[in-house]
């Protein structure tokens, strides 16, 4: 039996994106929920938010290992967000109630079309994806400028009180309003760890990871697979500013979101897809926020635990419960390779494959871990 619920560590992935570009038909193919979905703007008005698993198919191993009754996955919880529009930083169209519900979420989803289709309607009347990315980018980006000056406009009374930390504040601002208003995100200013949390506080916009998902659409003509002037101009951005890309075709994995694995795989087969798209999302964003699964297995359950890469014992422990943390005096661990080699953890026992580790200890992608606590 096979489970999805919402762990300790909640992470959130907000889709967005212009009109018509398939955001919404994303977002069922993603959660298996049905949304509204129409040819028009704003079909999409209020936040739909839809918890998926992060494909894994190392807990049917270890649940096989240890005869689990249930197996719960880790999730990545997706919010299907109104269409974006030229102006939002200033209102227009449903522009506060985006930003608003965008502000919440952990990393954005930046969905952009790469087909041209006649029947269904580009709103600025023609496709080109970085104008789209441009378009949206920069309506962040004026959104996280007005947050800023209003922020240092805050900060006088208490710089001129002499406060450490606002005048502490105060540099980074500095340092970043011009790097905004030069229409840059705020991720890609260079600030160290202690200045990023100085920033936490005014929840950026464009601080936070970004993702971009380019919609192809089956039988249509697709930028990426005509080698066109603008997917070359695409590739040329991504690779200039670092930033990672996922090839989906919201449509067709719409198509398929009822049908088992196996029908997935022969549908995929006979139209000659590339893999599966919407899994290669939900692993990208999992990644993007530098987060990794590590398990524990016994007979009530096999189940992910999400912490972030190097995370040490007690901080993963914590993902269970903050005992774990406050209270760990060590833990008992073995690779997942080494488990399944083994065929239990009583034989990677006597192999000398289950190890015991300290406070210390880098949990790693794929540990299967046992806490021992106070």
């Given at each position: 039996m096979i489970r999805a619920i919402v762990a300790s560590m909640s992470l959130s992935v907000g889709i967005v994106g212009l009109p018509n570009v398939g955001k919404s038909t994303l977002f069922t193919a993603l959660t298996n929920n049905e949304v509204l979905i129409a040819n028009y703007p704003f079909a999409t008005i209020d936040p739909t938010v839809g918890v998926v698993a992060v494909p894994d198919s190392r807990l049917k191993s270890l649940s096989n290992i240890s005869g689990s009754d249930e197996i719960i996955p880790a999730i990545v919880e997706f919010v299907d967000i109104a269409g974006l529009v030229k102006g939002a930083s200033a209102g227009e169209g449903l522009g506060n109630k985006f930003l608003s519900n965008i502000r919440e979420t952990d990393m954005i989803a930046e969905v952009v079309r790469i087909?041209?289709?006649?029947?269904?309607?580009?709103?600025?009347?023609?496709?080109?994806?970085?104008?789209?990315?441009?378009?949206?980018?920069?309506?962040?980006?004026?959104?996280?400028?007005?947050?800023?000056?209003?922020?240092?406009?805050?900060?006088?009374?208490?710089?001129?009180?002499?406060?450490?930390?606002?005048?502490?504040?105060?540099?980074?601002?500095?340092?970043?309003?011009?790097?905004?208003?030069?229409?840059?995100?705020?991720?890609?200013?260079?600030?160290?760890?202690?200045?990023?949390?100085?920033?936490?506080g005014l929840h950026l916009l464009t601080m936070k990871q970004f993702l971009y998902v380019c919609n192809k659409k089956q039988d249509a003509f697709n930028l990426d697979e005509q080698n066109d002037d603008r997917w070359v101009e695409l590739l040329e951005f991504f690779e200039k500013t670092g930033s990672e890309y996922v090839l989906v075709d919201a449509g067709m994995e719409h198509e398929l979101k009822d049908m088992n694995e196996e029908e997935k795989n022969e549908f995929r087969r006979e139209y000659g897809a590339q893999g599966n798209g919407v899994e290669g999302l939900i692993r990208a964003a999992y990644n993007r926020l530098g987060l990794m699964s590590y398990f524990t297995t016994g007979e009530k359950e096999t189940r992910a635990w999400t912490v972030p890469i190097g995370s040490t014992g007690p901080e993963a422990g914590a993902a269970i419960h903050s005992d774990f943390q406050d209270k760990y005096i060590r833990a008992q661990v073995v690779k997942f390779d080494d488990l399944v080699t083994c065929g239990s953890k009583a034989t990677a026992r006597e192999q000398g494959k289950l190890r015991t580790e300290g406070k210390e200890y880098i949990v790693q992608d794929g540990d299967v871990i046992e806490f021992m606590h106070s």
């Open positions: 087909f041209e289709d006649s029947e269904v309607h580009h709103v600025t009347g023609g496709v080109d994806p970085m104008g789209d990315i441009e378009v949206i980018n920069l309506e962040l980006i004026m959104a996280d400028g007005e947050t800023v000056a209003k922020r240092l406009q805050g900060l006088e009374r208490d710089i001129k009180r002499g406060d450490k930390a606002s005048v502490a504040e105060k540099t980074v601002l500095d340092r970043l309003l011009p790097h905004l208003e030069a229409g840059q995100l705020a991720n890609s200013l260079d600030i160290n760890d202690e200045e990023k949390k100085l920033l936490k």
